[in-house]
T-cell receptor, first 113, second 116 residues
Framework: DAKTTQPNSMESNEEEPVHLPCNHS???????IHWYRQLPSQGPEYVIH???SNVNNRMASLAIAEDRKSSTLILHRATLRDAAVYYC??????????????FGTGTRLTIIP | GAVVSQHPSRVICKSGTSVKIECRSL??????MFWYRQFPKKSLMLMAT?????????EQGVEKDKFLINHASLTLSTLTVTSAHPEDSSFYIC????????????FGPGTRLTVL
């Protein structure tokens, strides 16, 4: 599986935007970029995913570099409830449905009140 | 949205006993469910992949006789930790995939197992 690299931790002030980076220099042409987050003592939660174009949903935005070797998850206005570990995961559509998710160490986001 | 539940949310048991954890997809049918384990401050590690009506596929290093998985219906998978020992204490999390939308996994809230 193509590997992703994320900073171990980040801090952000409440009500400010947060940009969480992910590097995936060995991404293949068909790999999708998925983001999940895990709040304390809970199971992971799907956030967003994309292939080439930037994506927006009610939770966040995903900005994908033109060469697809990196991406950035954007939380437009962080709240205390956004404090979590954020995982960037590459997935091949050939394996959707029966593919395990390989979780790295993720980025632990701390929100400062 | 798709909701996955787990029961119990936490369990404490004595060493040597068996514990069953249920994973249910509440509002959708799940052809595939996954079981993960997570130790404190560590990332999730897949234990096994469970398909309805067939035997589970275990990851390397996971003892299938110790961690029994049954996926009897499209909405229920169970994980039984047999003869549990303190080293089995962990956070167990299941996930499910919708039959008609396979690009997203939906996770349960997790079960905290403590073996005394």
């Amino acid at each position: 599986d193509a590997k992703t690299t994320q900073p171990n931790s980040m801090e952000s002030n409440e009500e400010e935007p947060v940009h969480l980076p992910c590097n995936h220099s060995t991404i293949s042409g068909t790999d999708y970029i998925h983001w999940y987050r895990q709040l304390p003592s809970q199971g992971p939660e799907y956030v967003i995913h994309g292939l080439t174009s930037n994506v927006n949903n009610r939770m966040a935005s995903l900005a994908i570099a033109e060469d697809r070797k990196s991406s950035t998850l954007i939380l437009h206005r962080a709240t205390l409830r956004d404090a979590a570990v954020y995982y960037c995961i590459l997935r091949s559509p050939l394996n959707f449905g029966n593919e395990k998710l390989t979780f790295g160490t993720g980025t632990r986001l701390t929100i400062i009140p | 949205g798709a909701v996955v539940s787990q029961h119990p949310s936490r369990v404490i048991c004595k060493s040597g006993t068996s514990v069953k954890i249920e994973c249910r997809s509440l509002d959708f049918q799940a052809t595939t469910m996954f079981w993960y384990r997570q130790f404190p401050k560590k990332s999730l590690m897949l234990m096994a992949t469970s398909n309805e009506g067939s035997k589970a596929t275990y990851e390397q290093g996971v003892e299938k006789d110790k961690f029994l998985i049954n996926h009897a219906s499209l909405t229920l998978s169970t994980l039984t930790v047999t003869s549990a020992h303190p080293e089995d204490s962990s956070f167990y999390i299941c996930s499910a995939v919708l039959a008609y939308r396979t690009d997203t996994q939906y996770f349960g809230p997790g079960t905290r197992l403590t073996v005394l």
